[in-house]
């Protein structure tokens, strides 16, 4: 609807040609959106789906988007972690003045 706090968001963020322009390196991180993978598919995105039970855990490397679904009642822990000779920079990140 028009009162869309992320219809709202997502027009600020198009209007003002972050999306476009390359201004915010991550762009595609400010828009809550769920695509399908037929349409990942169609638009050439290579992704994998996995799923993961109580115990489990997902390693997710520096930058890569990301989506969790939970299907049932869900208590979860994120921890940033680096490994011996990680670099913890970025020297071309754009921090986005929307945000």
Do not use: W
């Amino acid at each position: 609807s028009d009162n869309d706090p992320r219809s709202e968001a997502f027009s600020a963020i198009r209007s003002s040609g972050y999306l476009s322009t390359g201004k915010c390196s991550r762009a595609v991180s400010h828009l809550a959106i769920l695509s399908s993978p037929s349409r990942l598919d169609a638009e050439g995105v290579t992704y994998i789906t996995e799923v993961r039970y109580p115990g489990n855990f997902i390693i997710t490397q520096q930058a890569q988007h990301h989506m969790v679904i939970n299907v049932g009642s869900c208590m979860t822990q994120s921890v940033n972690f680096a490994l011996t000779g990680d670099s913890l920079g970025r020297p071309n990140f754009i921090k986005c003045p929307i945000r």
